[in-house]
């Protein structure tokens, strides 16, 4: 039976960062290599419970979590539903061998994400994180069309292991691996209402020479920027007639996120690949390719040896966790109540600052520069948020499908008093 501990509100303790969190930042500044964690005078604080839409640090201060940890924590942190899949499945069986003998709780899986795919039917190639799920869409579009070549957007963010990371616009990440990266990807710019047309028009030159057009249907990193209305509808018709495949980077966005199963069901647009994950876990490393049956098909049958493959493909206890998390999503109309709460939190948030984006995954814009800078001013008042945006001008904000308007109504508070202190 879980156990569950519910805090609507934060609670603060101690400074923040308290004296354990600044104890263990030294700790690790010694052990891990510097470039992960940024460490500083006032930030990070070091995680030790969650519960809902809250998290417990390691000096006892109670945060409000409006990040949901980078959109894992969809049924909220320490979600019951997740525990009790977790553990009947640890006391079963922890490990398989996903592509030699499969889990069989894999094969609910698969069928269960086939039959969400966009106009069903869809199969499935699995991994354990983002960058995994991109990396096979890369390699399936290679697969499927012969065709080295990628189209992306400027201020894409599409992971960060190689066949990823060229895909990925910003600079930062792919300057210090330059001569390593295929240099296989044209950049096109980020449309809005009035460029949309000239974007097009970009993409329809370049795509009969491009294996695939990767896109966020709302960039996350980039800013959460959603696409002009129609544009997706559009990039579909292009890669219809140029034998690109369109493919859909629903890593955040996916799973009732915005108030759709999928952000690109907005517009009724069926990628030919879909990549899944962060939610889908429940807090447990798994991601997934999802794609239409004759573009998967393209792979190869495996002869005895699979040309990708990872010893956690599939693995049994992230995989009954994700049938966990599917089930509490349908079960509990979360889909549908995240439009809901997102209209509301928007509603709330529009006397702050100008807000864009859907359902609750929404983006406060706060001014160039400034987004760390409120960042750090929600977490001294008890509020996670991350910044987003080329020059971290956007408030990130994207909370478990499980709040309440009441903690919203909190937060959206605390928010409002971090960016008044950050002018």
């Known amino acids: 039976t879980p156990t569950t501990i519910t805090i609507s509100a934060p609670r603060l303790v101690t400074a923040v960062p308290g004296p354990a969190s600044r104890a263990l930042?030294?700790?690790?500044?010694?052990?891990?290599?510097?470039?992960?964690?940024?460490?500083?005078?006032?930030?990070?604080?070091?995680?030790?419970?969650?519960?809902?839409?809250t998290v417990t640090d390691v000096d006892g201060n109670v945060f409000l979590d409006f990040s949901a940890a980078f959109g894992v924590a969809g049924l909220g942190h320490a979600a019951p539903e997740v525990e009790v899949a977790v553990a009947r499945q640890a006391g079963v069986l922890c490990h398989g061998m996903?592509?030699?003998?499969?889990?069989?709780?894999?094969?609910?899986?698969?069928?269960?994400?086939?039959?969400?795919?966009?106009?069903?039917?869809?199969?499935?190639?699995?991994?354990?994180?983002?960058?995994?799920?991109?990396?096979?869409?890369?390699?399936?579009?290679?697969?499927?069309?012969?065709?080295?070549?990628?189209?992306?957007?400027?201020?894409?963010?599409?992971?960060?292991?190689?066949?990823?990371?060229?895909?990925?616009?910003?600079?930062?990440?792919?300057?210090?691996?330059?001569?390593?990266?295929?240099?296989?990807?044209?950049?096109?710019?980020?449309?809005?209402?009035?460029?949309?047309?000239?974007?097009?028009?970009?993409?329809t030159g370049l795509a009969p020479r491009a294996g695939m057009v990767i896109v966020e249907p709302i960039q996350g990193r980039g800013g959460v920027r959603p696409l002009p209305a129609g544009f997706l509808a559009r990039l579909r018709r292009i890669c219809d007639d140029s034998g690109a495949l369109l493919v859909l980077d629903e890593v955040l966005t996916g799973f009732g996120r915005t108030g759709r199963w999928f952000a690109c069901q907005e517009e009724d647009v069926v990628p030919d690949l879909l990549?899944?994950?962060?939610?889908?876990?429940?807090?447990?490393?798994?991601?997934?390719?999802?794609?239409?049956?004759?573009?998967?098909?393209?792979?190869?049958?495996?002869?005895?040896?699979?040309?990708?493959?990872?010893?956690?493909?599939?693995?049994?206890l992230a995989s009954a966790a994700a049938l966990a998390v599917l089930d509490a999503i349908e079960s509990r109309g979360l889909v549908e109540r995240a439009g809901r709460l997102g209209a509301h939190l928007a509603a709330r948030l529009s006397n702050v600052g100008p807000v864009r984006g859907r359902g609750l995954f929404l983006g406060l814009e706060v001014g160039p520069g400034r987004g760390p800078k409120v960042m750090e001013?929600?977490?001294?008042?008890?509020?996670?948020?991350?910044?987003?945006?080329?020059?971290?001008?956007?408030?990130?904000?994207?909370?478990?499908?499980?709040?309440?308007?009441?903690?919203?109504?909190?937060?959206?508070?605390?928010l409002a008093e971090a960016v008044r202190e950050g002018r």
Request: proline fraction near 7%.
């Open 25 to 53: 930042a030294r700790r690790l500044a010694r052990v891990e290599c510097r470039e992960v964690t940024y460490l500083s005078e006032s930030f990070p604080v070091f995680w030790s419970g969650g519960s809902g839409l």
């Open 275 to 316: 990549c899944v994950g962060k939610a889908l876990g429940g807090g447990l490393p798994l991601s997934a390719l999802l794609g239409r049956a004759e573009v998967m098909d393209r792979w190869p049958a495996s002869a005895g040896e699979a040309v990708h493959t990872s010893t956690f493909l599939g693995h049994p």
């Open 98 to 203: 996903g592509d030699v003998h499969p889990p069989s709780v894999k094969v609910e899986l698969a069928q269960r994400l086939g039959r969400l795919f966009p106009g069903g039917g869809g199969k499935v190639l699995f991994g354990l994180s983002g960058s995994d799920a991109v990396e096979a869409a890369v390699k399936t579009a290679m697969v499927a069309t012969g065709r080295p070549g990628a189209i992306a957007f400027e201020g894409a963010y599409h992971g960060l292991s190689m066949g990823a990371l060229d895909c990925t616009h910003r600079d930062d990440f792919r300057a210090p691996f330059a001569e390593r990266l295929a240099r296989r990807t044209e950049f096109v710019p980020w449309p809005d209402a009035g460029t949309a047309e000239a974007v097009l028009r970009k993409v």
């Open 377 to 414: 001013a929600a977490l001294r008042r008890g509020l996670v948020v991350l910044p987003a945006g080329p020059t971290g001008e956007v408030i990130s904000i994207t909370p478990p499908l499980v709040a309440t308007e009441d903690e919203l109504d909190a937060g959206a508070d605390l």
